[in-house]
T-cell receptor, first 113, second 113 residues
Framework: SQQGEEDPQALSIQEGENATMNCSYKTSINNLQWYRQNSGRGLVHLILIRSNEREKHSGRLRVTLDTSKKSSSLLITASRAADTASYFC?????????????FGSGTRLLVRP | DVKVTQSSRYLVKRTGEKVFLECVQD?????MFWYRQDPGLGLRLIYF???????EKGDIPEGYSVSREKKERFSLILESASTNQTSMYLCASNRGGSTDTQYFGPGTRLTVL
């Protein structure tokens, strides 16, 4: 089952521009996380936003969460070629005594030098 | 730094072979996860373990089994590999709190011929 769906599937921008990626989900969540994956590598956690938060910043990253619309966005400002990667949102889903993350299919970002 | 390691980056096996994928984490995390990642499908949970010798099926457990004899090690077993199990396999771990980040290994790209 896929909870989070990213949009767009692919994004190509020039270095220095801002990149915005969106994530929509279907059911109630406690938290939403964003991860980054460089080509052929594992995922790296970027930022977590709780359901009672509306906006969060970390360096050049800005994440917003709208629980009424069941959507989140990730903004990368002043992009660099090194930001080229795939970006995934993940929402938590309770399972027995713990929880699992449900990942979307990701947005592939290409930052052209 | 949290470290999650996987035994192989690339693996080529033949149909019908028994395949072991090993994952080790060094942060004393309770939870460990195995995902597979396929283009357009994002990450899908195969199995997870919340304690030694404990396991739970994820979304796509068919054709796989797991073993967790020690807290730091979580093995994924393909009893009889098939070509449709060609994929990227990602291991992750976390402490299991409702807001906890998952830490991923570098991935194993498995090709079944």
């Amino acid at each position: 089952s896929q909870q989070g769906e990213e949009d767009p599937q692919a994004l190509s921008i020039q270095e220095g521009e801002n990149a915005t990626m969106n994530c929509s989900y279907k059911t109630s969540i406690n938290n939403l996380q964003w991860y980054r994956q460089n080509s052929g590598r594992g995922l790296v956690h970027l930022i977590l936003i709780r359901s009672n938060e509306r906006e969060k910043h970390s360096g050049r990253l800005r994440v917003t969460l709208d629980t009424s619309k069941k959507s989140s966005s990730l903004l990368i400002t002043a992009s660099r070629a090194a930001d080229t990667a795939s970006y995934f949102c993940a929402t938590d889903s309770r399972m027995d005594s713990s929880y699992k993350l449900i990942f979307g299919s990701g947005t592939r970002l290409l930052v052209r030098p | 730094d949290v470290k999650v390691t996987q035994s192989s980056r690339y693996l080529v096996k033949r149909t019908g072979e028994k395949v072991f994928l090993e994952c080790v984490q060094d942060m004393d995390h309770e939870n460990m996860f195995w995902y597979r990642q396929d283009p357009g499908l994002g990450l899908r949970l195969i199995y997870f373990s919340y304690d030694v010798k404990m396991k739970e099926k994820g979304d796509i457990p068919e054709g796989y089994s797991v073993s967790r004899e020690k807290k730091e090690r979580f093995s994924l077993i393909l009893e009889s590999a098939s070509t449709n199990q060609t994929s990227m396999y990602l291991c992750a771990s976390n402490r299991g709190g409702s807001t906890d980040t998952q830490y991923f290994g570098p991935g194993t790209r498995l090709t079944v011929l």
